[in-house]
């Protein structure tokens, strides 16, 4: 299992329900995919997303975004280091 | 307080070793400005470091990175939603 730190742009505006809701959505589907997303946060004012996940690929989180229903990850990067 | 994500670009390469080192420099005087580093993550191969802060502003945590001898963030962005 990797780390993943994902990034959504263009999300200007975005308030904490619809956070919330698309966490819940992803946490519902997160299982098919072997991801688990662990945190996210979010500045409405960018538009900027960021979403930490823990997953076995890149294509698995982005997967797991498309099966929840949710915007496509404009960057993902892998994060081996953390402290 | 508010919670802050800043992005570092051009690590490429950064060890788990340089990332400790960087957190604990931090560590050691972001008391100074108010600031706290809860983490931070590493992509060694895309050169990107994420790290998560609480802080007064964008100009303390600027400063922070600055008084602990690292490399001045790309980005700083306010992140007031969290799930």
Chains 1, 2 share one sequence.
Do not use: K, N
């Amino acid at each position: 299992m990797t780390r993943f730190m994902d990034v959504h742009h263009g999300m200007q505006g975005i308030t904490a329900e619809q956070l919330q809701q698309g966490h819940d959505a992803t946490a519902a589907v997160e299982a098919e995919e072997g991801v688990h997303f662990e945190h996210a946060w979010a500045d409405p004012e960018s538009g900027t997303v960021y979403c930490l996940s823990e997953g076995p690929s890149p294509e698995a989180v982005r997967r797991a975004h498309e099966r929840g229903g949710g915007p496509r990850p404009d960057e993902i990067h892998a994060v081996p280091l953390m402290v």
